[in-house]
């Protein structure tokens, strides 16, 4: 437990630092007055957290590929992963982003951007996708200094970049009047503030990253893309479901996508540990796996899920109270006030079934069995959303929505986590028995008797007895060779 606490903490505040200042660009945009500029920033997180996903899919192969080399004690190997996967992030990053910007106003017609939100959606995404590829590089950099256990500089590049991002946000936003533009320029210096900082730690403390080579990244590809692409698929269904709750909300007015982008910024700062729990858990669950200790993961996967519970339940409570000073202080009213209300009383404490899921993925993902987790996110963002969204909105409008997306995640939790704890014991008899046969092999069922060839046993004593005389006739045979 308390290997998952330091993991998961300092995680968390890196991770809070970035959302935090998410938040604030919400904030700052807020200040401006403008109810379409707050649902422009919603429409383009949306497509920015499908980019981001796709670097956490590479992200999680670091991860799941370094810790299980530095398992075996395999620490050249951990280096050669470190730097193939990367390569494989940046590549993948720049494909997926080159193909967003030249689809991009198809994209926002999709998810229900129109008019004047969808200039300037545009205005953002045209500034801040480029970008991608220090992201990509950032988190697989991260998922390494994580695989061989320093936490503590993972947390430090991206409280860097919280900050560079809180400096400049207000300079662009209000003293350059730059506004939406301005936020996106401040996101991309901050992107590269965590690259650079991931790299150094990487690269000179650790010296975790070997120097790159063709021959040798063409033979790691298979094994890269089997947990990359896989993970990839896992993490964008998350954004998917997204997108089709994005749209389905936007139905019933742009006030209600206001809202809900203030949810977007909101919820991942108040459930930043449970964000970075996965990214913590699947490493010490990678390097248990390569040492095939099954036990240690079993009280991984209990110790976890207890964190989760209480943890969501603690800050469902702290939100359920805090609701009224949120609406007030992102100047929130009508149905924007009314959709965030909801998901402060009633959705936030099902956010313990998406850590379920959450954890059931990042132990998937190490176990070497990453399209479980696929066929997991995959089925949450279609079966676990779309009915449920579609029944939500026509019985309860925009806040049906949110409740149908609840409702989904609550099921597919239940089945990711009832299905690791499944596999891991199935893996862990599985292992058992190996052990069991091999030892069988070792050790003969049919007892040994030397020099004995007519009988099927021979006690100590006739055993010395045969010796000696074996020994007695080889000396008369010796000595009539002589003569």
Known sequence: MRHIVVMSGTGAIGLMALFLVDLLDMFFISMLGQIELAAAIGFAGTLVFFSTSISIGTSIAAGALVSRALGKNDRQQARMMASNVMIFAVIISITVVSLMLWQLPLLLDLIGAKGAVAEAATQYLVILLPSAPFIAISMSAGAALRGVGDARRSMIATLIGGGVNAVLDPLFIFGLSMGMQGAAIASVFARLAVMCFSLYAVVYKHQLIAKPDLTSFKLALPTVAKIALPAILTNTATPIGNAVVTSNIAHFGESFVAGYAVIGRIMPVCFALVFSLSGAVGPIIGQNFGAERWGRINQILRDAMLFTAVYCV?????????????????????????????????IAVTFIFNGALFVANAAFNNLNRPTWST?????KATLGTIPFVLIGGHLAGAGGVLMGQAVGSVVFGIIGFGLVIHQVKKMGLTHEQQLL??????????????????????????????????????????TELKK
């Open 437 to 478: 046969d091999d030892n069988d092999i070792l050790t003969p069922s049919v007892p040994v008797t030397a020099f004995c060839s007519s009988r099927t046993y021979m006690g100590t004593e006739d055993v010395l007895e045969e010796v000696l005389a074996a020994d007695i006739d080889h000396s008369r045979n010796t």
């Open 375 to 379: 066929a997991l996110n995959m089925g």
């Open 314 to 346: 603690g800050v469902s409570l702290l939100l359920w109270f805090g609701q009224d000073i949120l609406i007030a202080m992102f100047s929130l009213t009508g149905d924007a006030a009314e959709i965030v209300g909801i998901f402060c009383s009633f």
